[in-house]
Every structure is written in C-alpha cells, then in structure tokens.
C-alpha cells in the first residue's frame, strides 16, 4: 500500500488543499437475519465495467458518479479496470480482480455456509470523486434501488 509520501508532489498538494466533507455517522443497524442467511451485495471503486456492454467511466471534473452492474456470475478477468485515477496502483486488480471486487471470495463464503447468499448484481463506482453530491443525489440512490430490488441483507465497500 502507498504511503501519502509515496505520492508525486502534485497529488500531495491537491490532497492538502482538498475541503474534506464531514458527514455525520449513521447509526448502526444489526442485520435482520444471522450471516449464515444473509444476502450479501459487493461495491467496489474501482471503476470496473464490462467491455462492450458498459461504457467506460469518464474522465470528468469532480469525478464520474455513474455507477455500473456487475451480474454475479460475471467472469472477473473480463471486465476492465475503468479507474480514472493516476494514483493509485493497478497492478494487484490487474493480476486478480478480485482484488477490488472479491466475488469469488464471497462464493466460497456462501459455499462454507459462512454466508447465506450471493446476491445476482454488484454495483462499481469510480473512485477518486472530489464533487460527491451527485453520487449521493443520484447514483447511491439507483445502487440502493437494485439492492432493494435484490432483497439484499447487507453490503461490503471494496475501497480502492
């Protein structure tokens, strides 16, 4: 993992000057039913998007807020790294997506009987999105939407 000193002069700059949002924490909510029963939904940043059936993610002041689905039985090598950032390292998504999106980590959780079930979508967003008001607005809002739709118990963040 990078350290900020790790970082070009440039981002270190950007990241000192940068007008952080403080958000107030929600408050915590158990889940309904037991692990082993629950419905479990991945979101990752890391800009994934399926070549050929998504568009890739924009380069775009403040940050592209767009999000993609990604079906459960996709194959992970297939889809492309669509990450818009350059500072961040590729090179442990390039060799395993699962990585940034571990559904096959997740499938083995469900095969154990640690977890009840893989839900049928996931949700990519891009990283890096200094103006998140969109993302929050709209596209958090369409991703809580699917979940909602999928019966979904519980959600894991995969930051990259």
């Known amino acids: 993992m990078a350290e900020f000193s790790d970082l ?3 981002y270190r700059v950007q990241m000192a000057a940068y007008r952080w949002r403080r ?6 909510t158990p889940l309904a039913v037991p692990l082993s029963e629950a419905r479990i939904a991945l979101v990752t940043s ?13 380069r775009v002041p403040g940050g592209d807020h767009t999000l993609r689905i990604i079906p459960d039985d996709v194959d992970l090598q297939s889809l492309a790294i669509g990450q818009t950032s350059r500072a961040f390292d590729r090179g442990p998504m390039e060799s395993d997506r699962n990585a940034a ?5 997740l499938h083995a959780l469900v095969e154990r009987g640690d977890v009840g079930y893989a839900a049928p979508r ?11 008001a969109r993302l929050v607005r709209e596209s958090a ?9 999928d019966r979904v118990d519980a959600v894991l963040l995969v930051p990259v």
């Open 8 to 10: 070009p002069l440039r």
């Open 23 to 28: 958000v107030d924490p929600l408050t915590w």
């Open 141 to 149: 809002l369409t991703a809580a939407r699917v979940f909602a739709s």
């Open 101 to 105: 999106l571990p559904i096959d980590r």
């Open 122 to 132: 996931q949700v990519s967003f891009n990283g890096s999105i200094t103006a998140p």
């Open 46 to 58: 890391a800009g994934l998007y399926q070549p050929g059936t998504d568009e890739p993610f924009a």
